[in-house]
């Protein structure tokens, strides 16, 4: 089963963007359009911020925003503010009938 | 409001089982797929199975090697997992977990399961 790769930490301050990478490979990020992020604060269950490589469900703020090429998808926060301090993960769906999580990032709003 | 509220975690022994449950309002349950999804203490996101809503449709992670089994009462508007040959690497927090093409959308609270001698 594969594992999406992510940075273990990002920083930015706030007011700025900050751009989270998620690599896979062929037959999960590059061959579907099924790429997802979540937002996770300590002690809280996740939330959903792009479903789909680059859709906001609603509620979300249009500060977040995602994108994909070839094998890799990334998270955009801009205009960075103290709340998007948390971990993020991207999700996938592969081939193989498996969805697969990224191993997460820590966001630090410095 | 849409909610989701597991139960049945606790604290089981290495080979025992655990079936836990998951409580869906606030939505026409029957029409969604569902997850579990766990996470280990202080790690990250592991999905662990998918099902869809007419049951036609089920998924495992391939670590889980066939122990665990998820199953749904549509009538009851309820999501379960069984889960048998516990390991200690087991321990995690399970989220009972809406989805909506292939997107989380919805996630309870979670239910801690502890496997430990």
């Known amino acids: 089963q594969s594992v999406l790769t992510q940075p273990p930490s990002a920083s930015g301050s706030p007011g700025q963007s900050v751009t989270i990478s998620c690599t896979g490979t062929?037959?999960?990020?590059?061959?579907?359009?099924?790429v997802s992020w979540y937002q996770q604060h300590p002690g809280k269950a996740p939330r959903l911020m792009i479903y789909?490589?680059?859709k906001r469900p609603s509620g979300v703020p249009d500060r977040f925003s995602g994108s994909k090429s070839g094998n890799t998808a990334s998270l955009t926060v801009s205009g960075l503010q103290a709340e998007d301090e948390a971990d993020y993960y991207c999700?996938?769906?592969?081939?193989?009938?498996?969805?697969?999580f990224g191993g997460g990032t820590k966001l630090t709003v410095l | 409001e849409v909610q989701l509220v597991e139960s049945g975690g606790g604290l089981v022994q290495p080979g025992g089982s655990l079936r836990l449950s998951c409580a869906a309002s606030?939505?026409?349950?029957?029409?969604?797929?569902m997850n579990w999804v766990r996470q280990a203490p202080g790690k990250g996101l592991e999905w662990v199975s998918y099902i869809t809503g007419n049951l036609g449709t089920i998924y495992y992670a391939d670590s889980l090697k066939g122990r665990f089994t998820i199953s749904r009462d549509n009538a009851k508007n309820s999501l379960y997992l069984q889960m048998n040959s516990l390991r200690v690497e087991d321990t995690a927090v399970y989220y009972c977990?809406?989805?909506?093409?292939?997107?989380?959308?919805?996630w309870g609270q979670g239910t801690m399961v502890t496997v430990s001698s």
């Open positions: 999700n996938s769906y592969t081939g193989g009938n498996n969805l697969v």
């Open positions: 789909e490589v680059n």
């Open positions: 062929s037959s999960d990020v590059g061959g579907y359009n099924y």
């Open positions: 606030g939505f026409n349950f029957p029409i969604y797929s």
């Open positions: 977990v809406r989805s909506v093409q292939f997107g989380f959308d919805t």
